[in-house]
């Protein structure tokens, strides 16, 4: 039984920062591709934030380029969403996943306001 569960989110300012965690666990190999998604207030489609192959190589959505980090620790099974200068259009409830698969933790809410 694979588990994906995600941490990390709240309430924060615009400028702020946030780092969400995602820890995996049950049968899974290390060596997986992982991504986070988000879902929007209102919004019925989840759209692709940020992933991480295999070799470490990572892609990001161009809204949040050059403010939000994927990362991963292997050895933890975890993979990490390091958010800067938040902005209120980044409200949502945030998704990890599995790459090319149907595993997808319950979701952490992430609220920007002020």
């Known amino acids: 039984q694979v588990q994906l569960v995600e941490s990390g989110g709240g309430l924060v300012q615009p400028g702020g920062s946030l780092r969400l965690s995602c820890v995996a666990s049950g049968s899974i190999s290390r060596f997986v591709g992982m991504e986070w998604y988000r879902q929007a207030p209102g919004k019925q489609q989840r759209e692709l934030v940020a992933r991480i192959g295999v070799t470490g190589s990572t892609n990001y959505a161009d809204s949040v380029k050059g403010r939000f980090t994927i990362s991963r620790d292997a050895a933890k099974n975890t993979v990490y969403l390091q958010m800067n200068s938040l902005k209120p259009e980044d409200t949502a409830v945030y998704y990890c996943?599995?790459?090319?698969?149907?595993?997808w933790g319950q979701g952490t809410q992430v609220t920007v306001s002020s």
């Open positions: 996943r599995i790459m090319y698969t149907m595993y």
